[in-house]
Every structure is written in C-alpha cells, then in structure tokens.
C-alpha cells in the first residue's frame, strides 16, 4: 500500500502531548509523529485488500477483575487523522479516495484519511436496484472498466431495453418512458459488490478502511467545533452492565469528519439538529425499499433489460413502484418503494412486496426461479426542496446522508459519489490553506451549488411533491408535463406534505388490509425473508432500537395505530404480544436482533419515540449481491 495503515502501527501508544501545530514541507499531517492505540482485540478483523487479518496479536484487554471502578470511566484510547470518513458507501469511499489522490499527487503520502464502516465488511449492509450512471466513477477511477486494467470492475451488465408498466389487479398498461429515465449508457450492478471493490481500490492508495467501527458520538471541541467521533463501548450487557469482555470505545480526531452514513444516519441527525442545518430548507421525505435477488430460469433470463412499474398493488395515496432488473448470469433484482408518507397504519410495505410478485408482470419471470437474498432499506425522496445546508463546522454531509437521491431518475449513487468527491476537493484545499484552527467547508456548499448534482435536482424537484398537491393521477401528469415540456424551468417550487410520521392516519380512519398467506414459492414469511439478510446481532446487548418505557409507547400508540410499528418494519423487530397482565391486552415488544438497519421505525413511528441508534460494530445484516 502506498501508505501506512493504521493497522500497521498498532503497538504506539498515543502520547498526552498536544498534537503538532508545525507542518513540514509538502505536508500538513495532523501529527508530525504518528501515534496510535488500538486494543489487540477491539474489532474482530481489519479487511485489507480483500482479505481479512487480525488487526494485532496483543492480547485481549479485559475488565473483569477491575471492578472497584466502572470501566465505561475510563479514558477513550484517542487516534489523530487528518480526515475522518463515518460511512463506508459509494459517497465515504470516494471521498476518501479522491483526497487521498490528491494526497498522493502533491507527495503527501502520510496524509491520513480513515474511513469507518459499521457493517463487519464492506458492502454488508448496502441494499440498492441499481442501475448505475457512470459518469462519477468515471471520473474518479477513469479505467475502471479497462480490459487493460487487472482490477477492474468486472460485475456489470449494460443496460439494453427499459420497459414502463402501469399494473391493474391482473393486467398491465404501457406507459411512455421518461427522458430522465433512460438507461442508453448505464449498467446494471450490485451495489453491494461495487462497494467492496471500492474499499480494495481505495486501501491500494493508502486509505485506512475498518469495517466493524460503528460510529456512536460526535466529539466537539470546546468552541463546539465537531473534533471528530468514538466508536461505542463493546460487552455491554442488555441491562447496561460491562459484562468480563467489556472494551471501551475509541475516539477518532480529526481536522475534517465527513458523514456519509447514508439515509437518516444516527449521527447526521444530531449534527443538523445542533447546527440547525435544515433552517432554509423543507423536511425530508422518505421511501422504504425492500429487495430480492433471484436465479431464474434461463429462458427467462433477457440481460440488460430495465422494468419499473406503478400502480398495484399499492393504492392511489400511497406514493411507490417496483422494479425488476435482469443481470449477470440469470440473476434479477427485484423490489418495491413504498413512501414512508403513506396515510394507512394497516399497510406493510413488506406485505405490498410479496402481492406485487404475484402479478403476472412479476410472477412469469420468477416462477421456477430461487430467492436468494433479501434486504431493505430506507431512502431519501425530498430532493432539492429538502437538501440541508451541508457544511458544518468541522465536517460537512455527503451522499444520502444530505439527500441527493434524484427520484424520476430512480438514480442517487452517481450524486453520492460525486458529493463525495466534492467534498474531498473542498476538504484539501480547506486544510491545505489553513494548517492550524478550525476547519469550515465554504467551498463544499459552492461546489455543490456548481454542480451537476445542484442542476438535475432541480430540474426534477416538483415531480415528487406533485402527488401530494394534486393526488396521484395528477401527480402522473404533472410528472409527464415536467417531464417532456417544462423541465424545471417554471418559477414555482412546490412543498412536500406534512412529514411522514405525520401523514399517518388512526386506525379506526382507515380500511384495514388482509394480506395473503405466503405460498413459499414465489411469497415467503417475514423471517424466512430476514434469514436470507444474514442478519446477526448479540442478544445480550442494550437494544439498539431506544424506546425510554415500552409500556408508555404501547399506551400512546396502540390505542390509536393498532401496532403500526409491526407492519412498518420490514424485518418483524416490533410485535404486540397478547398479554392479559397489560391494561391493553397486549405487550410492546422489540425483537432488536431481527433489525436490517433500515431505519423505518426512526422515520415513520407517529409519535418519534423510537431512536435509532448504531449496535456494537460488526452486527446487522450481511447483504449479498444487493
């Protein structure tokens, strides 16, 4: 690698010592002597390349016979870096590896860039269509599909045929295809894989990646500058006792911390909160998408082909559609976006997927086929109405943590990218320009303003809120208008509705849903669904999934939503359990070990009472090829 990793240098303690103010030549490391500290066994591996290896052969650090004090006193172990990346998705691995090439070019090879990553590898807990736009990754790694480049990017499959259906009960009407959603050029691919050869690509330049990090705390200095993050404190027992195996989180310092923790990440939302970053902006609206990967037959198979659909089985005030991508070898990406603004508590996004396969539209090419992963996740939908200021003191959001998701284009990952690619031109000329203080990203937001990221969400940011002005079949019109004729250019900007957790009606408002017993054929049962995730967390561990008194919850939102957190999530973490002890007759239960990370709860619960908080590094779910 052409520059030390982090974990090549474990056994240096970090000196009490202030850090280095002093920049030698052609250089402006945050420390001029490269200290670190990490516990022999604080994450379980380090990927490097590829592989995987133990981050140090020390021995395990333990507790257990110190316990006339509390551990979780004890001083954070601290590491200096020059940038801290939270996030390891397509906006945090290209940030890191545009600042590192530029690092690289000017001769600053110790220049430090950390990215942390939650999931226990890289790529474990991303879930996307995708049908990629190249024109970012072009720019960041021009030969990335090179036939004379050894590593290159080899999993894709170029797009050849869009279809758009709007499907009835059992049938299916042709509709034009959009001009943003034209797919000559661009390729279908697994997000999934893409990330993981990012990462490789990345650490061959000298970035640090630590998958298994989770992130939980946003330091500040004492002008409440952010000063970078910790990792949480691992061997925490659900009652919040350090059980024998107890290891204190670590702090990461740095100059400039970028948050690319994609959609409602833990840590984005205190940051915009602190700094009141969405004072000239809308809310931001939210989808949940919800994914399969099958093998079907081979005369079933047409590579390169791109369907989308509206329509059923989700109904007219409820903003969505499906989708059904064929690549690689017989493999199709198939999956439903339900917007999280959807007014009836009796509808399961989950539920809505697994009718939707039953289409003919659906069905004819999934019959005799195999699922063979699953996953979900929450999406961005506000577009440019709802982008936050983005630069903040010390740091600055990138990718779908900012909410760059273009949602007529069905696209986002070529904005992430590019966002953090931005941001990583403005992060080096920020601490090159200033080698001492504090460290505020004007030249992000004009980059941003600059960019192609800025012209297309514009073009397209009345579309969405479109349905909630004029309904659903108005909303298809205005799109098309939009669309062909108008193109962004009207001097209006329409306001999104009330915020999803608000748009949700009672129960007793609402016509209650009953949804088909699954054939496990073509629908299967939500666990047998969340096995497929590869999903995994230690039971014995705070819930991640904070609820201050579920008693409290079960009294406010029982009554009223008759157990919408159960058909919101789409991995059956929330349940109402019959109990006759209970003045409700039922119990609130959190079944935290099912969770995918979608984040649903945090966003669509009526009362906001359940906060989303990352669990202990390395857990979640273990996508594949999503």
Avoid at 138 to 146: H, I, R, V
Avoid at 195 to 222: N, T
Avoid at 303 to 332: A, I, Q
Wanted: proline share 6%.
């Amino acid at each position: 690698m052409a520059s030390r990793s982090l974990a090549a240098s474990l056994p240096r303690r970090l000196l009490p010592s202030p850090r280095a103010a002093k920049f030698a030549p052609r250089t402006f490391s945050c420390t001029a002597q490269r200290t670190q500290s990490l516990r022999g066994s604080y994450r379980p591996a380090l990927r490097i390349a590829g592989q995987r290896r133990a981050i140090s052969s020390s021995a395990r650090t333990r507790f257990a016979q110190v316990r006339d004090d509390d551990p979780r006193q004890v001083e954070r172990e601290a590491d200096e870096v020059d940038v801290c990346i939270v996030g390891g998705g397509p906006a945090g691995l290209s940030a890191a590896i545009k600042l590192k090439q530029l690092a690289n070019e000017a001769g600053n090879e110790d220049f430090r860039v950390l990215v942390l990553e939650k999931a226990g590898e890289l790529g474990d807990h991303i879930v996307s269509g995708n049908v990629i736009e190249p024109s970012a990754l072009n720019e960041l790694l021009p030969d990335w599909k090179s036939e004379d480049n050894p590593n290159r990017y080899e999993h894709i499959t170029p797009a050849k045929e869009d279809r758009m259906r709007f499907l009835t009960k059992t049938g299916s009407i042709w509709l034009p295809k959009p001009p943003q959603m034209n797919n000559h050029g661009n390729y279908i691919i697994s997000l999934n894989q893409l990330v993981k050869w990012l990462g490789e690509r990345a650490e061959e330049i000298g970035v640090e990646v630590y998958p298994g990090f989770a992130a939980s705390e946003i330091l500040y200095d004492h002008e409440g500058v952010v000063k970078g993050v910790a990792t949480n404190d691992l061997g925490i027992a659900r009652d919040g006792t350090p059980k024998d195996s107890f290891e204190r989180g670590m702090e990461f310092h740095a100059r400039v911390t970028l948050l690319g923790e994609g959609c409602h990440g833990s840590l984005s939302k205190q940051v915009i909160k602190k700094y009141d970053l969405r004072r000239d902006s809308q809310h931001q609206t939210y989808a949940l998408g919800i994914k399969e990967i099958w093998e079907v037959q081979p005369e079933k198979f047409q590579s390169g082909l791109v369907c989308h659909s509206m329509g059923y089985p989700l109904p007219k005030d409820t903003y969505g559609g499906g989708w059904m991508y064929h690549f690689g070898d017989n493999m199709v990406s198939i999956g439903l976006v339900t917007g999280l603004d959807y007014p009836n508590p009796w509808l399961a996004p989950y539920g809505e997927f697994q009718k939707m396969k039953h289409h003919p539209f659906y069905r004819d090419v999934l019959e005799g086929g195999k699922c063979i992963s699953y996953g979900a996740r929450t999406l961005v939908e506000g577009g440019f109405q709802s982008i936050p200021k983005c630069a903040f003191p010390g740091g600055a959001l990138i990718g779908d943590t900012a909410g760059f998701l273009n949602v007529p284009k069905i696209k986002g990952t070529h904005t992430a990218m590019r966002s953090g690619m931005l941001a990583a031109e403005a992060t080096w000329d920020a601490l090159r320009g200033n080698p001492e203080g504090s460290v505020f990203l004007y030249d992000y937001e004009d980059k941003l303003r600059n960019s192609t990221i800025w012209s297309e969400l514009k073009e397209v940011r009345n579309m969405r809120p479109s349905f909630h002005t004029l309904g659903f079949y108005g909303g298809i019109a205005y799109s098309g208008l939009e669309a062909y004729v108008l193109r962004g250019k009207t001097p209006w900007t329409l306001k999104h509705g009330k915020p999803d957790h608000a748009a949700t009606k009672t129960a007793d408002e609402c016509k209650k849903i009953e949804y088909p017993k699954p054939d496990g054929k073509i629908s299967f049962d939500i666990l047998t669904s969340v096995s497929r995730s590869g999903t995994n967390h230690e039971e014995d561990q705070p819930v991640h999934l904070q609820v201050k008194d579920w008693d409290a919850h079960a009294q406010k939102e029982w009554p009223k939503y008759k157990g919408v957190e159960n058909r919101f999530c789409p991995a059956g973490v929330y349940e109402y359990v019959e109990d006759d002890s209970k003045e409700l007759g039922v119990r609130f239960q959190i079944n935290a070990q099912n969770c995918v990370h979608c984040k649903t709860c945090d966003i669509k619960v009526p009362d906001q009472d359940i906060n989303w908080v990352t669990p202990q590094g390395g857990e979640g779910p273990k996508y594949v090829l999503t």
